[in-house]
């Protein structure tokens, strides 16, 4: 919190109930959701910087998207991935494994995924429209979206503590997921 030109930092709580260590200020969470705040800035820094239209199909950046519906592949514009609105599903899951080559992999394999509804009609949340989004970020910045990340966000904002690789969090006081039935305390996540 900033008050009267101060920061005052607080926390609680611990990383892991197992090991009991606590949580600090330079702590780190896994962010879930976040990465996609993350993803809608660096397609904003594309459209400020005249690369990209928010307005431009998908398929006019990413040849290699797709649907199943050839007409909703050619209309589902950037604009309605960014707003949750291109009809894409949210139910697709896809382990594309690790490597530079792993957005690629899951746009690829998301052609085949049939559409919740119609583009444009809905607001229905989801991730994969912001994976397919993360691959435009790497084909018009020629980097990984972690790269891309890292390069036009998280270094120029002096973000030293923001990550996207598990390994990455090796170098910090990380917190353990953890699970559990309401009423009890929670346990440390299996994975």
């Known amino acids: 919190m900033l008050s009267g030109g101060s920061i005052h930092e607080l926390v609680s709580g611990v990383l892991h109930r197992g090991t009991g260590v606590e949580v600090t200020t330079d702590s780190v969470f896994l962010a879930g959701s976040l990465a996609k705040a993350y993803t809608a800035t660096l397609v904003m820094r594309l459209v ?3 690369a990209l ?6 398929v006019s950046v990413l040849a290699e998207f797709a649907t199943p519906d050839p007409q909703a592949t050619k209309t589902i514009t950037i604009r309605q991935l960014l707003s949750h609105t291109g009809g894409v ?15 690629a992999k899951y746009v690829q394999a998301a052609r085949e995924v049939a559409l ?7 607001i229905s949340y989801g991730s994969l429209g ?5 691959r435009v970020i790497e084909v018009l910045t020629g980097k990984t979206w972690d790269q891309a990340l890292k390069d036009l966000l998280f270094t120029p904002l ?34």
Do not use: K
């Open 89 to 103: 599903t949210n139910d697709f899951n896809y382990d594309g494994g690790r490597g530079d080559d792993c957005l």
């Open 53 to 58: 239209d928010l307005d431009a199909p998908v």
């Open 116 to 122: 919740d509804c119609p583009p444009g009609t809905a």
């Open 130 to 134: 912001y994976v397919v989004l993360g």
């Open 158 to 191: 002096g973000l030293e503590h923001s990550i996207t690789l598990p390994e990455e969090a090796l170098r910090f006081r990380v917190a353990m997921g953890h699970q559990g039935e309401p009423g009890q305390d929670p346990d440390p996540a299996p994975v």
């Open 48 to 50: 400020d910087s005249g």
